[in-house]
């Protein structure tokens, strides 16, 4: 166990010792600061106002930190964080195996099998790390811009439409971040899967956002409503309903468990294709 | 300590290694030649496990490497074509790194192998900032960590400096000398395989054509003659083959002093007789080409 801690450790110190881990934070932080900057605009105001009031509640109190919190994240996510971890678990193995370093691993009496899962490890930390880093940054900005108030959830395509007070808000708001990281780690697993297979790691990257459009763009054609519970970006979609009235948990357990049992067998594809890859210059 | 047992590896149907096998005993420091894709990658990548054969089976110290990897190579050390370091963390952190898969090392014997690669001065140091000669000598002893009882070096004077290669020539001796390691080379650099190997295997084309000692075979003969027309006849009735350079070879049990005794007979002036030992390239060259 001391020395399976140790190898961790040895990967994340990998990690973090590079910039790019950094720069991706940063990176966040300023597209939070853009996204906080758009949404203190007098227009955009306005119809967040409007939306709020039309629904019978007070905007002093729910045009908040909170709100503002969780508009951020909504925005910043989907569009930069699926990104970002994309690249970063795309790199994982075959930016190892592209530069030499994974043959100098491979000279070590360890088995493929175990550097996959330290790998896979320091892969769903990242991702939690930086789901609660965007999320706690965002909260803190919006606090910081508007301070503490009630929760407003506008998630149309979800079909969330809810108001919560500020502690029930605050917590379901935490109550996202496990969940919203699971739902991503689906990004990094299928990025981390391909990242197996021999290919660079641009595309590794490349096939994993394009699965993820080509899943969001058939989600979205009306002829396939029908199928929508179908699709993984509908599933990676569930963390949302947790600021639901009434949390549905048949059907978040239910998408969950599938997102579990595909990041499972995203992982197992990239073992066996890894442990039969022969590794040569 | 090292049995490969017909291993046989092609990539996409071109054959790179065919039926190589060979035996190397403890404590040997063993060479591995061949012009480039002859298969010696290949072989050290079958060796390391990073290949997967087509058939046979490499043994390190009794255990399969294909069968039992962890158990073969966990008293293997190698430098692996150009080795391929972390550049943004210190070489103490990449040290670190590397050997915490082989299992938990105090930090005074990575100190005790820094030191004996002299690099205790720049170990702290970003490896972006390390000269080629530094990384060789990193990679090295990360090859020599924990504790290998068998090394496998992949060119690893490539890129040196005159004295770097000698440096690096003295710790291989030293290694093998003061440790017992066994150590299995490959080298470009015939001299420095012929100054460290007891034996060495050459590959042609995947294929395995020799494997032994090159040393204590008939040495060759440079004879000085004042008529060369008037001692061919005498020199094909002893025996004696001509090679380049004017250089000539006994017939096994042939005596040099008959030689000379015959010519002088023959009214050829014998002007000085010199024992050319063949060096490694001359016993490579003479393989490869028929």
């Keep these: ?281 | 300590m090292v049995r490969l047992d017909h291993l046989s590896k092609s990539f996409r149907g071109r054959p790179a290694l065919s039926g190589l096998s060979l035996e190397i005993q403890r404590g040997e420091i063993f060479g591995l030649l061949g012009h480039n894709g002859a298969g010696k990658s290949t072989t050290f990548g079958l060796m390391l496990g990073h290949l997967h054969p087509d058939s046979g089976e490499a043994f390190i110290a009794g255990h399969s490497v294909q069968r039992e990897r962890a158990k073969a190579i966990s008293r293997v050390g190698a430098i692996f074509e150009a080795p391929a370091f972390y550049e943004y963390m210190s070489g103490w952190h990449n040290l670190q790194f590397f050997v915490s898969l082989s299992g938990i090392v105090p930090d005074e014997r990575l100190m005790e192998v820094v030191k004996l690669v002299r690099l205790e001065k720049r170990i702290h140091d970003p490896v972006r900032a390390y000269s080629h000669g530094m990384r060789q000598r990193l990679a090295l002893a990360q090859a020599l960590l924990p504790n290998p009882e068998f090394v496998l070096l992949d060119e690893p004077t490539e890129g040196l400096d005159p004295e770097g290669i000698q440096e690096m020539r003295e710790m291989i001796r030293r290694l093998r000398d003061e440790r017992g390691l066994t150590v299995m080379l490959s080298s470009h650099l015939l001299s420095e395989i012929e100054r460290l190997c007891d034996r060495v295997a050459i590959l042609h084309q995947g294929r395995m054509i020799f494997c032994g000692s090159w040393k204590g075979g008939e040495p060759h003969w440079r004879l000085d003659l004042d008529d060369a027309a008037k001692a061919a006849p005498v020199l094909e009735k002893l025996g004696v083959v001509s090679g380049a350079h004017h250089l000539v070879s006994l017939r096994p049990g042939g005596d040099m002093a008959d030689v000379v005794a015959a010519l002088v007979h023959a009214g050829v002036r014998v002007r000085g007789v010199e024992v050319v030992q063949a060096t490694l390239e001359d016993f490579y060259m003479s393989h490869l080409v028929p």
């Design chain 1, 1 to 281: 166990m001391r020395l399976f801690l140790r190898q961790v450790s040895g990967e994340l110190r990998k990690l973090f010792a590079r910039k790019r881990t950094f720069i991706g934070f940063g990176a966040f932080l300023t597209f939070e600061i853009v996204v906080l900057f758009l949404l203190r605009l007098d227009k955009v105001q306005a119809t967040v106002r409007r939306v709020i009031e039309n629904a019978g509640y007070d905007a002093a109190v729910y045009l908040s930190g909170l709100t503002l919190g969780f508009l951020i994240v909504l925005w910043t996510v989907l569009l930069l964080e699926a990104l970002f971890l994309a690249l970063v678990a795309g790199d994982v193995v075959s930016k190892e195996v592209e530069d030499g370093s994974m043959r100098m691993m491979l000279c070590r009496p360890v088995s493929r099998g175990r550097i996959l899962l330290l790998k896979g490890l320091v892969s769903l930390f990242y991702t939690f790390g930086l789901t609660l880093f965007v999320m706690l940054t965002a909260l803190l900005a919006g606090f910081a811009n508007s301070g503490i108030g009630g929760l407003f959830v506008f998630a149309p395509l979800e079909g969330v439409f809810a108001f919560h007070d500020f502690w029930p808000g605050l917590l379901r708001y935490l109550a996202a971040v496990p969940l919203l990281s699971l739902s991503l780690f689906t990004v990094t697993a299928m990025a981390f899967c391909l990242s197996c297979f021999n290919m660079k790691p641009s595309a590794a990257t490349v096939i994993t956002l394009s699965l993820l459009f080509a899943d969001t763009i058939l989600k979205n054609i009306p002829y396939f409503e029908s199928l929508k519970g179908i699709f993984l970006t509908a599933k990676m979609s569930a963390w949302i309903h947790v600021f639901d009235y009434r949390i549905p948990w048949e059907m978040m357990v239910e998408n969950y468990a599938w997102l579990v049992a595909i990041n499972a067998s995203l992982f197992l594809i990239g073992w066996q294709a890894f442990e039969r890859r022969d590794f040569k210059s």
